[in-house]
Antibody, heavy 117, light 110 residues
Framework: QVQLQESGPGLVKPSETLSLTCAVS?????????WGWIRQPPGKGLEWIGS???????YYNPSLKSRVTISVDTSKNQFSLKLSSVTAADTAVYYC??????????WGQGTLVTVSS | NFMLTQPHSVSESPGKTVTISCTRS????????VQWYQQRPGSSPTTVIY?????PSGVPDRFSGSIDSSSNSASLTISGLKTEDEADYYC?????????FGGGTKLTVL
C-alpha cells in the first residue's frame, strides 16, 4: 500500500520560501509515475501546484511557475516543494500525491502552512 | 489555460438522484479525460470517477460520470443518495501539461 506523508514548517514568514517534503513508502519513486503537489486554502477549493516525473521532468501551474521548484530525491524516496516569496495568499493545506495515468490515486494527509509574521 | 466551472452547491434528499456539472471554458471537454474527487471534511480527496466514466474499485455503482460535447461539460451523477455522500466534489482535467481543478461543489443530503 502506497503511503505519502508531508512534512515541513507550519509557519512561514512573508517573503520567505516555503519548503515541504513528501516521504513515500510502499513504492519506489524511481519505478515510475508522476508525483505532485496540490494545495487548498482554508475553506476554498483545490489548486494544482505542479508535478515531477520519476525521471525528473517537471510541470508547473503557469500561475505559480515563477516561484515553484519541485525536486525528487530517489535515494531517500521522497520529493520536495519550494515556493518562494510567499504571501498570506499562500496559506493553505498542502497535499502531496501520486498520479497514475490521469488520476491522483494516492494522497498524503495534508499539512497546513500558514504565512504570517 | 482553461477553467472548469461547477455549481457552488447542490442539495437533495436521501434516496434521490443528483447531478453535478463541470463546464470547460475553452477547448473540448472530450479532448482530455475528466476525473471526479470526493472530499469529506477534514480528509484528503479520493477518486470516485476517472477517465470520464470509470469507477475505481470500491466505489459503488451509484456513482457515474459522463461528458456532453454539445455543452462542453462533464457530469457526475449520484443515485440512491445516502447521507454519507454529503461532501465536496471536484472535477479535474488537463490541457497538455497543465492540470486544472473545478472550484468544487458542496453536496448536502438532507
Amino acid at each position: 500500500q502506497v503511503q505519502l506523508q508531508e512534512s515541513g514548517p507550519g509557519l512561514v514568514k512573508p517573503s520567505e520560501t516555503l519548503s515541504l517534503t513528501c516521504a513515500v513508502s510502499g513504492y519506489s519513486i524511481s519505478s515510475g509515475y508522476y508525483w505532485g503537489w496540490i494545495r487548498q486554502p482554508p475553506g476554498k477549493g483545490l489548486e494544482w501546484i505542479g508535478s515531477i516525473y520519476h525521471s525528473g521532468s517537471t510541470y508547473y501551474n503557469p500561475s505559480l511557475k515563477s516561484r515553484v521548484t519541485i525536486s525528487v530525491d530517489t535515494s531517500k524516496n521522497q520529493f520536495s516543494l519550494k515556493l518562494s516569496s510567499v504571501t498570506a495568499a499562500d496559506t493553505a493545506v498542502y497535499y502531496c500525491a501520486r498520479r497514475v495515468g490521469y488520476v491522483e490515486t494516492n494522497w498524503g494527509q495534508g499539512t497546513l502552512v500558514t504565512v504570517s509574521s | 489555460n482553461f477553467m472548469l466551472t461547477q455549481p457552488h452547491s447542490v442539495s437533495e434528499s436521501p434516496g434521490k438522484t443528483v447531478t453535478i456539472s463541470c463546464t470547460r471554458s475553452s477547448g473540448s471537454i472530450a479532448s482530455n479525460y475528466v476525473q471526479w474527487y470526493q472530499q469529506r471534511p477534514g480528509s484528503s480527496p479520493t477518486t470516485v470517477i476517472y477517465e470520464d466514466n470509470q469507477r475505481p474499485s470500491g466505489v459503488p455503482d451509484r456513482f457515474s460520470g459522463s461528458i456532453d460535447s454539445s455543452s462542453n461539460s462533464a457530469s457526475l451523477t449520484i443515485s440512491g443518495l445516502k447521507t454519507e455522500d454529503e461532501a465536496d466534489y471536484y472535477c479535474q482535467s488537463y490541457d497538455s501539461s497543465n492540470q486544472v481543478f473545478g472550484g468544487g461543489t458542496k453536496l448536502t443530503v438532507l
